[in-house]
């Protein structure tokens, strides 16, 4: 192929891009919730199927639907029960936080860095009702979300199957033996990606909850939720749950050795288990870069803002698996993945 005709297809590779890119971030209140309904479908459709061989389809599909709203209420009510406590214990102490910003403000403008008075006045009633208006506000479009989730969870659901059968007569065909290579791979990673998040969830929120206890950083338990449900967003969930309960600690410990003590203590559990524990347990079972995760976090997360984060790495896993599909396009699965990338030859 000439060179002018290889540059003019890099430019309409790079411009296809952009394109794509912009569509998917101006209409984020679509793709995101369809993605998200393709990554549910990945993990309930096991369950589907089971319960297809011992009952007729329609209450096979209604009781895979009813499981996985009861998971995501018990998700969600411990998020919110984690925090409506929270919330509490602020609104019981609010005067400690407005003391403390007081007294650091003093302390700033005795060292000669004026701070303007009349922000201290956003720091008050008014200014709480303002974040918890806020709060509502974003819960109010999470709902939203998860109804869209859920309307693409059923329709997939309803056309699974007959998906299955159109792909299994294209399976004579190269292009349809990969599709469904890369669908059945996809679906394996997606779950294992799945327990290994859960598993190091549970364990963060337990660790957390133990040493707020220890440090007397109230309210623990919450805390420990708390931890618990943004540990599945990678990287950013674990600061906000270490930056969070160090906040309130500033205004419960009376020594800055203690306040140091709590942000390095949480610091270090995030640490290992993020940086030690994720590594080994997730390794063989998904082998992907970290600097590949921690650009799919912060890129879909600038899409499609927390639900993005969210859904990163399960797009990257998709990415990586179908560019491992073909010998075109392997050596971006290999530069992706923490190792080789897996070998389709023999399937080429």
């Known amino acids: 192929m000439p060179v002018t005709d290889r540059l003019t297809l890099s430019l309409l590779a790079v411009c296809t891009a952009i394109l794509v890119v912009i569509a998917l971030y101006l209409a984020s209140a679509i793709f995101a919730p369809l993605a998200f309904g393709l990554f549910v479908l990945a ?20 009781l895979t639907l009813l499981a996985t709203i009861v998971v995501f209420l018990a998700f969600g009510s411990v998020v919110a029960w984690a925090l409506s406590s929270i919330a509490d214990w602020l609104i019981t102490n609010i005067a400690r936080f407005q003391a403390l910003y007081v007294q650091k403000t003093d302390w700033l403008e005795e060292h000669g860095i004026f701070v303007v008075g009349t922000l201290a006045d956003t720091f008050d009633v008014g200014w709480l009702i303002r974040m918890f208006q806020e709060v509502a506000r974003q819960l109010n479009r999470l709902a939203g979300f998860g109804i869209l989730i859920f309307v693409f969870l059923m329709l997939a659901l309803l056309e699974t199957e007959e998906f299955r059968q159109r792909l299994a007569q294209l399976g004579k065909q190269e292009q349809g ?32 909850w133990g040493f ?12 420990g939720l708390l931890a618990f449900a943004l540990n599945y967003i990678p990287f950013i969930g674990s600061f906000v749950a270490t930056l969070l309960p160090g ?19 949480l ?6 288990i993020g940086n030690y524990l994720e590594p080994l347990v997730a390794g063989a079972a998904l082998s992907i870069s970290p600097f590949a995760v921690v650009f799919a976090v ?6 499609w803002g927390i639900p993005g984060a969210f859904i990163g790495v399960p797009i990257l896993i998709t990415a990586i698996v179908i560019c491992a ?3 075109s396009s392997r050596w971006i699965a290999t530069l992706l993945s923490g190792g080789t990338a897996p070998d389709h030859s023999a399937k080429s």
Do not use: C, H, N
């Open 267 to 272: 610091g270090i559990i995030q640490f290992l």
């Open 298 to 303: 912060f890129f879909w997360g600038f899409l």
């Open 177 to 208: 033996g990969k599709l469904i290579d890369a669908a059945r791979e996809i679906a394996v990673k997606f779950r294992k990606y799945m327990i290994v998040r859960t598993q190091l969830s549970i364990l963060t929120g337990l660790a957390v």
């Open 43 to 62: 993990l309930v459709w096991p369950m589907q199927k089971a319960l297809q061989e011992r009952m007729p389809r329609g209450l096979a599909l209604f």
């Open 325 to 327: 599909q073909y010998p």
């Open 247 to 265: 906040i309130f600690a500033m205004v419960q410990l009376d020594t800055w050795l203690g306040i140091a003590l709590v942000f390095a203590g």
């Open 212 to 223: 707020a206890s220890l440090a007397g950083v109230e309210p623990a338990p919450a805390w």
